[in-house]
Nanobody, 123 residues
């Protein structure tokens, strides 16, 4: 099956920028939209950004203008550029893949999920 792996997290200071990466491997029967989610301590998992099969991008209203999702040169990579990091960005961040035709890009019914990566933003 498809395997996703996040990288690029860590401890940063408020105001810094960070670029998260997600590498996908394995066989798929449909192209994948890719999404980024985050889950802060004690809170529900939150959709933050996604990129469609033809590179249309989508963002949660709360992060528009601060996050940029993009695909890498390789077909199996996707990035999330995060600018002006805030302490409330502290969370476990997940990338996820959604096959074509499986519902809204905003929903949580993604077929493939990474293990998550910690981002901690200090004041």
């Amino acid at each position: 099956q498809v395997q996703l792996r996040e990288s690029g997290g860590g401890l940063v200071q408020a105001g810094d920028s960070l670029r998260l990466s997600c590498a996908a491997s394995g066989r798929t029967f449909s192209p994948l939209a890719m999404g980024w989610f985050r889950q802060a301590p004690g809170k529900e998992r939150e959709f933050v950004a996604a990129i469609s099969f033809d590179d249309d991008t989508y963002y949660a209203d709360s992060v528009k203008g601060r996050f940029t999702i993009s695909r890498g040169n390789a077909e199996n990579t996707v990035y999330l550029q995060i600018n002006s990091l805030k302490p409330e960005d502290t969370a476990v961040w997940y990338c996820a893949g959604k096959p074509l035709g499986t519902g809204s890009i905003y929903d949580f019914n993604y077929h493939y999920w990474g293990q998550g990566i910690q981002v901690t933003v200090s004041s």
